[in-house]
């Protein structure tokens, strides 16, 4: 087993090699990219920096005999690198910009065709946590609005009860 560690684990401050904080409004979007394009090549993650078009299994690009094979940690390697990634996104953004994030992530749970209830609650919990509350109603409308034509039926009934039920309800 290899027990060298990855050349990302041993940043400990984003800011010594990203310098530039993006902000919403900034003329600098340009040179914070390519700072940090540079950065996550010099780390050897440049390929976190796409969004996979494929799921998790099939980026692995592997037969099934292979999956089977494949140790659970090399996996979790990819994806601890992943987020170690997104904390230095977090990390040279503004909380303006990290707010957007959430809140995209929160509608685009409602567009990928079925009910997200556990992870629509972890986001707007991250979102409550850099006070940018969403209420129990907005939850509620963003799991319906996500409900496949197969839940339509449910997804009608639960949008017209007076009042709203609560998201936990919904959920369950």
Known sequence: MDTKLH??????????????T????????????????????AFLVSDHLERPATTTSDTTKTTDTEKTSTPKTALDSWERLDEIVLQWIYGTISSDLVQTHYEERLHCLCCVGCPRGPELKVIADQLNNIEAPVDDQ???LQTLAGFTDSYEVVAIVLGNT??????????S
């Open 162 to 171: 007076k009042p709203l039920p609560s998201f936990n309800e919904v959920r």
């Open 138 to 140: 907005s939850l509620v």
């Open 22 to 41: 993006l902000e919403s409004d900034s003329a600098q979007s340009t040179t914070w990219s390519e700072f940090f394009r540079i950065h996550c090549r």
């Open 7 to 20: 050349p990302t684990v041993t940043v400990t401050n984003i800011k010594s090699f990203i310098p530039i």
